[in-house]
């Protein structure tokens, strides 16, 4: 059964950061890319990022460009989102999930519990 788990989310301050973390199980994770989605409350799901199983192709939506980066570690199943230079609408739910394309939204693809991450003065 294909799990993933997120962690990392929490209250910070307008230009501040934060690291996100995902843990993925029951799949063979260096085999597949990941992507990082996020729902603003009354918003629809939005794409943010993503990566090829290699971790040699990262993708980016414009709204975060420059400001966020996606990485992964095959060895220990994880996939990362750096968030830097946070801005208020960055408020959201950030879900990881296991697409079957990560250049853009899968809204089907299975997906974690999710972290929040909240950006307010």
């Known amino acids: 059964e294909v799990q993933l788990v997120e962690s990392g989310g929490g209250l910070v301050q307008p230009g501040g950061s934060l690291r996100l973390s995902c843990v993925a199980s029951?799949?063979?994770?260096?085999?597949?890319?990941m992507s990082w989605i996020r729902q603003a409350p009354g918003k629809d799901l939005e794409w943010v990022s993503g990566?090829?199983?290699?971790?040699?192709?990262?993708y980016y939506a414009e709204s975060v460009r420059g400001r966020f980066t996606i990485s992964r570690d095959n060895a220990k199943n994880m996939v990362y989102l750096q968030l830097d230079n946070l801005k208020t609408e960055d408020t959201a739910m950030y879900y990881c999930?296991?697409?079957?394309?990560?250049?853009?939204?899968?809204?089907?693809?299975?997906r974690g519990q999710g972290t929040q991450v909240t950006v307010s003065s």
């Open positions: 999930s296991k697409p079957a394309y990560y250049n853009k939204l899968d809204a089907g693809a299975k």
């Open positions: 029951g799949f063979m994770f260096e085999a597949n890319g």
């Open positions: 990566i090829s199983s290699s971790g040699g192709r990262t």
